[in-house]
């Protein structure tokens, strides 16, 4: 059974850091292209970055750039974003997703709850 569960979100104030992470399980996890989206009340998901399995490659909304980092761990089949100067406009629930053309599969987690209060 596929899982992706998401935890370590949270309140906090502007300027301060919070660490997701992604829990993997019942797939390959090193083959899958890992990536967070998120989403705001009244806006559509949006994708705030992946990393490509093999090369480690990654691609940040322009939003978040220079303020979080996407890590894999594929020996905890694990998947954290490290989310560093939060602002108001990130807050929204975050989902982590897992994706393979070479499988055609896609996952979801559930979600997690970040607010960022001013």
């Known amino acids: 059974q596929v899982q992706l569960v998401e935890s370590g979100g949270g309140l906090v104030q502007v300027g301060e850091s919070l660490r997701l992470s992604c829990a993997a399980s019942?797939?390959?996890?090193?083959?899958?292209?890992m990536s967070w989206h998120r989403q705001a009340p009244g806006k559509e998901r949006e994708v705030v970055v992946g990393?490509?399995?093999?090369?480690?490659?990654?691609n940040y909304a322009d939003s978040v750039k220079g303020r979080f980092t996407i890590f894999r761990d594929d020996f905890k089949n694990t998947v954290y974003l490290q989310m560093n100067n939060l602002r108001p406009e990130d807050t929204a629930v975050y989902y982590c997703?897992?994706?393979?053309?070479?499988?055609?599969?896609?996952?979801w987690g559930q979600g997690t709850q970040v607010t960022v209060s001013s």
């Open positions: 997703n897992a994706q393979s053309v070479q499988f055609n599969s896609n996952y």
């Open positions: 990393i490509i399995s093999t090369t480690r490659r990654t």
């Open positions: 019942g797939f390959t996890f090193s083959l899958y292209t």
